[in-house]
């Protein structure tokens, strides 16, 4: 692909592309032609099913918060050539610790180490890339999509406390965010995913499916990437500070 053609893309940032919702996500983007470009605690795997390489990806531990800084100034040299702009944030890193026997780590279980790093990953790490980078969206007429959970909102069986938390911090904030950055011409939005088919899910999950979602099944990765790629796109042009549920009903 020339440079002109790759300058001429629209641009996604996503974290998290490795597994689950966000390798769906990054799926989705690249068939739509967009240029992807990606963040993980991990290199760029060689067998990556994608149009990318290591110049459009970013290891960086989002846990560290001097390394998150050093990773946004990465970033904004990686888009020289491409007008200095990113079309679509999609902050998708999470991180949920479970005790040595795998059980969920309630308030009063969870180290505070543990609370620390699922905070910096889950609710600073966003923010601190959305700060960062607010020239770059704004001269992409951006938009950002924060990944909340239905964990959020209610007490889960599986997800742990830290990690609900974190994620009602981060619905929050997304209000937030979409009062200050839609002034520069940025919406933000947020997405819930309820239980969906990834290999995060935890034993016990069937029943849940069968005593509260109405339609019965889990949620498909693809079906939460299609609704982020909704938000950012025209098609959606007009919604700011939404946070959408994407849970076959488990909330009601």
Known sequence: MSDRDKSERSILLLTGASRGIGHATVKRFSSAGWRVVTCSRQGFPENCPWEAGPEDHIQVDLSNLEDTLRAIDEIRERLNGSGNRINALVNNAAISPKSDSGTRLGTLETPMDHWLSVFRVNFFAPIM????????????????????????????????????????????????????????????????????????????????????????????????????????????????????????????
């Open 129 to 252: 890339l959305a700060r960062g980078l607010v020239e770059e969206l704004e001269r992409g007429q951006g938009t950002i999509v924060n990944v909340t959970s239905i964990a959020g909102s209610k007490v889960h069986p599986f997800a742990g406390a830290a990690y609900a938390t974190s994620k009602a911090a981060l619905a929050a904030l997304t209000r937030e965010m979409a009062a200050d950055f839609g002034k520069r011409g940025v919406r933000v939005n947020a997405i819930s995913p309820g239980e969906i088919d990834t290999s995060i899910l935890s034993p016990g999950t069937d029943q849940l499916v069968r005593d509260s979602i109405p339609l019965g099944r889990l949620g498909e990765p693809e079906e939460v990437a299609k609704a982020v790629y909704f938000l950012c796109t025209e098609a959606s042009s007009y919604v700011n500070g939404a946070e959408l549920h994407i849970n076959g009903g488990q909330h009601v």
